[in-house]
């Protein structure tokens, strides 16, 4: 690791404990402290590298300190080009990444605002909703996350995030899409889409009868990379706009071309969005949001006004710019398709040998293995779970966890990985497996 000296992890964490809130938690029982990175790499302070399979959580699309980006920012610092500066002045960065984004979004949806985050563009969305219908009610779905704010959080499917007294007025949740673990006890072959009809039961029995908004991933990523049958979502937005709603799909996990159909997978499942929200993987590490609304919807909030301080800002929007360039010239898309084929494939196989894989799921590069104690029972293998991030950790791979119960891994690589990498991470999770059922 070159000349650097390292505070020792021990340190970090005695600081952590001792300053940070205590709801700031770790992966692995052994925390690494991650120093370095390149294109699917990340290095921690002894200098071990590590597979990135999890990029932050879901934010890096492009790679690690892809060349192009830096070379962009050298470029804005180098030449003192404004760094910052708020949307009420003009600036050509958020116009170039408005157009860009433009030409990727599903059609009819032609207005853009940036933010910071994604539950910040939740927010918006959820406001400019409320604001358009005059209605109050948002429905969203058990086991979804939608974010850390008020409004964000309200809509989150998750005891486990949720505050005590965090208010939950005027949202209210419809039956989880969650096909592995139905929640009415149905198989997919045979279920007529009864997940998608409680949407309608939900907003009869829990509202007025109208409501400002429905939001959904359109793969629940927190709840554990569940992926709806693209069926759903016709069915879903149609309900939504029969009691008046705008349709909101968060895709601030499942955005940039992740899930290896469009950059935008509203696009590709063809769901009749009113909204997009997005954000993580948009500006490959930066902190930038956006959302893409309709002209019918966004016009509703002429003479109101909206500000964001740092929404929109150059040093942002020039990253989610080369990003989106990135993307597109090296065809990161379909290399997200190909490559999460083959891990899926991969896995599938796996399920073969190790009955602790209860269910393999998702799209593209959003992929999630849950671990199960018994096929039978499905009973959550939480432990085991976070034992098995452990191990592959130690052979030098790095994953996510999700679901309720945390008992579903999560693989989500930067979408640039190549064929090789595939293979060796398949080749640790293999190993890791085997480990784990020795006990
Ligand atoms: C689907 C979804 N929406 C919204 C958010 C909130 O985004 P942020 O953490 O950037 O505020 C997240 C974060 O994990 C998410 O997964």
Known sequence: ??????????????????????????????????????????????????????????????????????????????????????????????????????????????????????????????????????????????????GGTSAALASCGHGTWRFRAQPVANTTSAMEPYCYRCPFGKVPTSCEFECAKNVETTIQTSTHGKIAAFVAEPVMGVGGFIAPKKEYFDLVAKIVHNYGGKYISDEVQTGAGRCGQDFLLTKSLEIKADVVTMAKGFGNGAAIGAVLMKTEVAEKMAGKSYFNTFGGDPYQTLQAKLTM??????????????????????????????????????RGLLLGIELVKDQKTKTHASDETAR???????????????????????????????????????????????ELAKG
């Open 1 to 146: 690791m070159g000349q650097n000296k390292f505070r020792s992890n021990d340190e970090l964490i005695a600081f952590r404990k001792k300053h940070f809130l205590p709801t700031a938690g770790l992966y692995h029982k052994e925390p690494i402290q991650i120093v370095k990175a390149e294109g699917e790499y990340v290095w921690d302070s002894n200098g071990v590298r590590y597979l990135d399979a999890i990029g932050g959580i879901i934010c890096i699309s492009a790679g690690h300190n892809h060349p192009k980006i830096k070379d962009g920012i050298k470029n804005l610092l180098e030449k003192n080009m404004i760094q910052h500066t708020s949307t009420l002045y003009l600036n050509e960065q958020i116009i170039d990444a408005a157009e860009a984004l433009l030409e990727e979004a599903p059609e009819g949806l032609d207005r853009v605002a940036f933010t910071n985050s994604g539950s910040e563009a939740n927010e918006l969305a959820f406001m400019a909703a409320r604001h358009a219908t005059g209605e109050t009610m948002i429905v969203n779905l058990r086991h979804s996350y939608h």
């Open 325 to 362: 360039d990135i993307i597109k010239e090296d065809k990161l898309v379909e290399n997200a398709k190909n490559m999460g084929k083959l891990i899926t494939d991969g896995l599938t196989q796996m399920m073969k040998k190790y009955p602790i894989m209860g269910d393999v799921r998702g």
């Open 388 to 434: 098995f991030m452990d191990i592959c950790k130690d052979k030098g791979l790095l994953l996510g966890k999700g679901g309720l119960m945390g008992n579903v891994v999560r693989i989500a690589p930067p979408i640039s990985i190549k064929k090789d990498q595939v293979h060796s991470m398949l080749e640790i999770m293999d190993q890791a497996f085997a």
